[in-house]
């Protein structure tokens, strides 16, 4: 998972040790719960769908920003942010 890559590499940079990194089952356990959640919609599918402006610096370009300066690729994150980015720029919605 991109985004335990990124965070494991902040807490190394931070001087935290591995033991204290977050592991694949941490993400898969956030993924299980995340399935679970029922009807469940997250703020940015809800604005997506509304057309409303996304709060893509914040939630994921923060988090590439950070990628990029830890040396962490994120291809992932980074082709759905781009995705979100373009459709965002097509309906004028920064």
Do not use: W
């Amino acid at each position: 998972n991109e985004t335990i890559d990124i965070a494991n590499a902040d807490l190394k940079r931070m001087g935290c040790s591995e033991d204290e990194f977050l592991g694949k089952e941490t993400g898969e356990e956030m993924m299980t719960l995340s399935d679970n959640m029922g009807a469940y919609r997250p703020s940015t599918m809800i604005d997506l769908l509304a057309r409303n402006p996304m709060e893509v610096r914040y939630l994921f370009r923060e988090a590439i920003n950070r990628a990029d300066s830890l040396g962490v690729p994120c291809p992932h994150l980074e082709t759905v942010v781009c995705h979100i980015e373009a459709y965002q720029r097509e309906h004028n919605l920064f």
